[in-house]
């Protein structure tokens, strides 16, 4: 019995090494876009003038709650992240700069799992001049703008309105972006 198992498992990582058979090659083309499917790395202004997701809150560090409408009469520049994705640090020193230099309120959202204690490890004390994170547990800020994947940056005008959205990053320190920020 033993001998069966290993010679067919053997016979079965044997098939796993065979070629398939190649068909005849064809130019590539670039992949069709699925309806409601989001660009990515890209502006995309299909949501503008949506209102923001009004009854969400997230948690500032010390347990402050916060909610969009606590920040009616600015523009905010929300960005979900979170310190197991990669694309999303890369791009935090850049948001931090741009913070110092818009008119415009940059708020980093973590959607850690493991909560302050994940995001305090990366976060560290004086690491970023200007901006701080928010926490988002249980996903709920996530789940109401239907991210499918992270970083996503959401532009809202002062009245809580969406502008534009980007899944994925974007050049911030462009003048195009800033333009597309400021006005």
Known sequence: MRKTLLLLTTLALAGCNQAAPTAPEKPAAAPAAKAGEAPINTIDRSHAG??????????????????LADHKGMKMLVNLWATWCAPCIAEMPALDKLAGEVPVMVL???????GWQAVDKFWGKDKFKNIETGLDQPG????????RGLPVTILYDEEGK????????????????RKAIVG
């Not at 709920?140 to 991210?147: D, M, R, V």
């Not at 969406?162 to 911030?172: K, N, P, Q």
Request: charge should be negative.
């Open 50 to 67: 949506e209102p923001g997701p009004a009854a969400v809150t997230w948690e500032m560090k010390g347990g402050t709650k916060q909610r």
């Open 108 to 114: 980093p959202i973590s959607e850690d799992m493991e």
């Open 140 to 147: 709920s800020y996530a789940e109401a703008i239907k991210a």
């Open 162 to 177: 969406e502008i534009w959205r980007v899944s994925g990053t974007l050049d911030w320190g462009s003048a195009e972006v």
